[in-house]
């Protein structure tokens, strides 16, 4: 578990380049698109969108691997290999699974260190923070006519 978000991984490699996220020390600039990276595996694996190397056959659609892009072709032929085992909902990927189970369980692993309140998404963990940070999400409104 990372100390400082408790987002929670299954093994170390993955959680010691997550917790690189929380330094800001980012070394490995993309000159394509001026994207920046922690890590040289992050960086290297970014790089395979700009070359195409992981591209999708029926959209085109560049990606990082092999793994996501097997990921991103279940989207184009509606595989749903993540059955739920309360309810039998389907998903593509197997942390919609895990997102979705919290559902039933009431589990909320994500906890707010500044007023203890408990969260079933990371995302919404963050979006929580805004009510201490002050920092408000803006909206680009279309001018009314």
């Known amino acids: 578990m990372c100390t400082v978000c408790d987002k929670r991984f299954t093994t170390k490699q993955p959680l010691n380049v997550h917790r690189e996220r929380h330094t800001g020390g980012k070394t490995y600039l ?35 691997d092999s793994n996501i892009l097997a990921i991103h072709r279940r989207s184009h032929s509606g595989e749903k290999l993540f059955k739920c085992t309360v309810c039998s ?23 707010c260190h500044l007023c203890g309140k408990t969260f079933s998404q990371s995302s919404v963990l963050h979006s929580h923070m805004r009510v201490h940070t002050g920092d408000k999400l803006t909206r680009v409104l279309e001018p009314s006519h």
């Open 30 to 64: 993309c000159h394509e698109c001026k994207k920046c990276f922690t890590t040289e595996i992050s960086f290297y694996k970014h790089m395979n969108i700009h070359t195409s190397k992981y591209k999708c056959t029926e959209c085109g659609r560049c990606c990082q």
């Open 89 to 111: 909902k389907q998903f593509t990927r197997s942390g919609h699974l895990v997102m979705h189970s919290r559902i039933h369980s009431v589990e909320k692993p994500y906890n």
